[in-house]
């Protein structure tokens, strides 16, 4: 077959949908990337795939998407796909609506977390459910990444078509994995300035106030450990900026020490490895594949309870889960387990025993291939 891969942007493209491309290609379908231009583009190119670059701006007002709609549907066209499968859920709307306008056979959508969520006030939540209905209409197949957003899209009646399944979010186990010697790991953590018998948690998203990142610098003060940031802000990304946070902290003796910001990092296995915490604060999520990462590492995970992370976190026994915005039961998790190295390695050891039964990314990849017959 002939499949179209779309999302927005390009750095998307490259970490998250690759390893699906690949595995297409290698069961012998055609596949083209779709996304936004972007340094990124060059790298899955590299890999031997063609990706054709459409500007799809990262809004929600439909009148801003017109000549996106018009490009897709020209290239949709011309490209006589048998399938477009759709990522994101912009690039979805849009491009669920051009594949349809184009007569592609069969549109497909990977939800990586529907954008409203139970933290979102009623009025934009129903707007946000009502464009996903609309897009629903000519849609064929639902993916979900968490089990809670299959569940809502049934409820809800989301698509039109009969599939709906949630397929979990997967990670390369040969990359993400706990194997690391002591001098290795002293070595990584030399570079940072940690010394080895410093506790160090890390957290990765992009540097926005909905990553909890508010909250989690202010519970540094109170967590004996040092915290290192990975990250940046995405310069299409209209997310509420933290740079009054981070002006703050850097006047702050106490928290400028304790806290690190790394930046964009392509090491990250290896930050993982060298760390003894993974923390994600978020005031939602889809399915983060970043807590994936870190308890196929061996970390203990410290979580907000929300969609996704607590499908993916067992409170307790992979790590624990706190209320979101609750910066003092964050800084009461975090320093309960800096306290604990016994507990955080029986938790590293149960997250990753769970993590390789159930978000393998080739598992994943296998359950997608089965529901579309492929």
């Known amino acids: 077959m002939k499949i179209c891969q779309l999302c927005n942007l390009d750095s998307t493209m490259f970490h998250f949908l690759l390893p699906l491309m690949l595995g297409l290609r290698n069961a012998g379908h055609e596949v083209v990337g779709v996304c936004a231009p972007g340094?990124?583009?060059d790298k899955v190119e590299r890999h031997g795939f063609r990706v054709e670059t459409v500007n799809i701006e990262r809004?929600?007002?439909?009148?801003?998407?017109?000549?996106?709609?018009?490009?897709?549907?020209?290239?949709?066209?011309?490209?006589?796909f048998d399938i477009a499968h759709v990522h994101n859920p912009v690039a979805a709307m849009v491009g669920r609506y051009a594949a349809w306008r184009a007569g592609i056979p069969r549109i497909v959508y990977t939800a990586h977390g529907f954008y409203f969520h139970e933290h979102m006030p009623w009025p934009p939540r129903a707007a946000f459910i009502g464009l996903e209905w609309l897009a629903g209409r000519v849609t064929d197949v639902l993916f979900t990444q968490a089990q809670e957003d299959a569940d809502t899209a049934r409820r809800?009646?989301?698509?039109?078509?009969?599939?709906?399944?949630?397929?979990?979010?997967?990670?390369d186990p040969a990359k993400f994995h706990d194997k690391v010697t002591a001098k290795e790991r002293s070595a990584k953590r030399r570079k940072l300035g940690a010394p080895d018998d410093r506790?160090?948690?890390?957290?990765?998203?992009?540097?926005?106030?909905e990553k909890g990142f508010p909250e989690l610098i202010e519970a540094m003060r109170e967590v004996d450990a040092e915290l290192w940031i990975v990250g940046e802000r995405l310069k299409s990304d209209h997310a509420k900026s933290i740079e009054p946070v981070l002006a703050a902290m850097e006047?702050?003796?106490?928290?400028?020490?304790?806290?690190?910001?790394?930046?964009?990092?392509?090491?990250?296995?290896?930050?993982?490895?060298?760390?003894?915490?993974f923390v994600l604060a978020?005031?939602?999520?889809?399915?983060?594949?970043?807590?994936?990462?870190?308890?196929?590492?061996?970390?203990?995970?410290v979580s907000t309870d929300v969609r996704g992370s607590r499908e993916e976190?067992?409170?307790?026994?992979?790590?624990?889960?706190?209320?979101?915005?609750?910066?003092?039961a964050l800084a009461q998790a975090l320093a309960g387990l800096a306290g604990d190295g016994t507990r955080r390695k029986a938790m590293g050891r149960a997250g990753r025993e769970r993590a390789?039964?159930?978000?393998?990314?080739q598992k994943v990849i296998a359950r997608q291939f089965k529901a579309l017959g492929l």
């Open 199 to 209: 506790v160090a948690i890390m957290t990765v998203g992009r540097l926005v106030a």
């Open 251 to 277: 006047r702050d003796p106490v928290l400028s020490e304790r806290v690190k910001l790394l930046g964009y990092r392509p090491d990250i296995p290896d930050l993982l490895r060298a760390a003894d915490i």
């Open 39 to 41: 340094p990124f583009v």
């Open 282 to 301: 978020s005031h939602r999520e889809g399915m983060p594949r970043s807590i994936v990462e870190a308890m196929m590492c061996g970390l203990p995970v």
């Open 313 to 328: 976190v067992i409170d307790g026994e992979t790590g624990l889960l706190v209320p979101v915005r609750d910066r003092a």
């Open 59 to 80: 809004s929600f007002n439909i009148f801003r998407h017109a000549g996106a709609v018009r490009e897709l549907q020209a290239l949709f066209r011309s490209e006589a």
């Open 356 to 361: 390789l039964a159930l978000y393998d990314e």
């Open 156 to 171: 809800l009646g989301l698509i039109a078509g009969k599939t709906i399944q949630a397929i979990g979010n997967g990670v």
